[in-house]
């Protein structure tokens, strides 16, 4: 008969079948409540940290948007800051360059006027003097002395503050750049979204770089760079308006001291033409009494000879009569007759004789005279020619450069037509 084997094995009851299928049923519930509330919490979790994450992406793109705002405003103020302070490096680049060439311009009149101060010193004689035109002469040589001192100042200070403007420049040049770099980092982070290629992680990104400013630090600075320029450029702007009127002045009291040279020039000329001409007008007078002189001096010594040899017809005469014989040399009225001629051409001839010393003397006296006319006239005539040739020279203070042709040669002191009468009195009486 066969036998049912049994394989040996622990044996549950059913009571712990019931027990363990209850525990089964009962896990499960718990464990999906538990899913439950953990899917609810992980979608509470998921809603609230997407639209944390969208909130702050948003936040930082209008933070992001209002700083690249605030970045470029300041920029346009940099903009506009360097706009204008290129006007006023390039005006007051031009006002210098302008000052130079005033300055420049000082040198013609300087030389005119040490000119016509060397050409004076040519003069002769009594005609050395020192008068109204040789000291207008000396003030217009310090007048100019004094200009070109003040425009070498101010040139002095425009190339300083020309410095001072090229290093504002450069500041607010490199912030302007450093703002232009900052915006194009800040337009790109701007730009970037979920989609955008080569995002990654980074190393320690919240870390806060060496040399960080603080948005205080940030505005003051370019602030402080901006208001330093608008300082420079309002003093600049000052300067200029000095270098004008520095300009102006310079140019005013020149061309007066020029106007009041050039009058005393032509007053002295008048002055010394005049007296030339009297005393041409005496040299005249003096050589026709020279001449009318010199005739007298001829008929007195003419009438002396004949008062001589009328005394020694007299003479003969008594003396012949001394020869008559016996009672005929007697003292008739013929012998007074004769005797009275001889005292009477004695006395005659020594009156001649004394009038005749005294028109010799004056004679030499008129003709020492003559002598120092002709050589005041000499001296009046080198004097006239100098003047004029300083008068001529100025005439380049005037009258343009390509323009100018000399009235005076400059060896011969001479013209063509206004001074070649003077030049003959002038070289008859050298």
């Not at 002295?268 to 005739?295: A, Y």
């Not at 005929?328 to 004394?354: M, N, P």
Request: hydrophobic share 35%.
């Amino acid at each position: 008969m066969a036998t049912l084997s049994t394989k040996p094995s622990e044996r549950y009851q059913l009571s712990d079948w019931h027990t363990n299928s209850y525990l089964l049923s009962t896990n499960a519930e718990r464990q999906r409540e538990a899913s439950y509330q953990i899917r609810q919490e992980a979608r509470v979790l998921r809603n609230e940290t997407n639209n944390q994450t969208i909130w702050d992406e948003q936040d930082n793109q209008a933070r992001l948007a209002e700083r690249i705002d605030a970045v470029n405003r300041m920029k346009e103020k940099l903009d506009k800051c360097l706009t204008d302070l290129d006007a006023e490096i390039d005006a007051l680049a031009q006002i210098k360059e302008s000052a130079e060439q005033n300055l420049q311009a000082k040198n013609l009149p300087l030389d005119v006027a040490i000119e016509c101060l060397t050409l004076r010193e040519s003069r002769r004689d009594i005609d050395v003097v020192v008068d109204t035109v040789e000291q207008e002469l000396h003030k217009e040589v310090a007048v100019i002395e004094a200009a070109k001192m003040a425009l070498q100042n101010k040139i002095t200070l425009a190339f300083e503050k020309l410095c001072r403007l090229q290093e504002v420049r450069q500041q607010l040049n490199t912030d302007h750049r450093d703002k232009m770099e900052a915006l194009d980092i800040d337009r790109g982070c701007l730009s970037l979204n979920l989609q955008s290629p080569n995002l990654s992680l980074k190393t320690n990104p919240t870390r806060v770089p060496e040399n960080t400013s603080s948005l205080q630090q940030w505005d003051e600075f370019s602030q402080f760079i901006i208001n330093r320029a608008e300082t420079e450029m309002k003093q600049a702007m000052e300067l200029r308006e000095a270098m004008v009127l520095t300009i102006a002045e310079t140019n005013n009291e020149l061309e007066a001291q020029r106007v009041a040279t050039e009058f005393t020039f032509r007053k002295r000329l008048r002055e010394v033409e005049k007296l030339f001409s009297e005393l041409k007008w005496q040299e005249k007078n003096t050589m026709e009494e020279l001449t009318d002189l010199k005739e007298d001096i001829r008929r007195l010594e003419d009438d002396l000879h004949r008062k001589m040899l009328n005394l020694k017809l007299c003479h003969t005469r008594l003396e012949s009569r001394t020869y008559r014989p016996n009672v005929e040399l007697c003292q008739d009225q013929a012998q007074y007759g004769l005797s009275d001629e001889v005292h009477q051409l004695e006395e005659t001839i020594s009156i001649l004789k004394q009038k005749l010393a005294q028109t010799q003397d004056a004679l030499d006296k008129l003709s020492k005279h003559l002598a120092q006319l002709q050589a005041d006239i000499a001296c009046k005539a080198n004097t006239l020619l100098l003047d004029t040739k300083c008068m001529d020279t100025r005439r380049r203070l005037t009258v343009p450069a390509e323009k100018f042709v000399p009235e005076v040669d400059t060896f011969s002191r001479t013209t063509n037509r206004i001074l070649s009468p003077l030049k003959k009195c002038y070289l008859e009486q050298s």
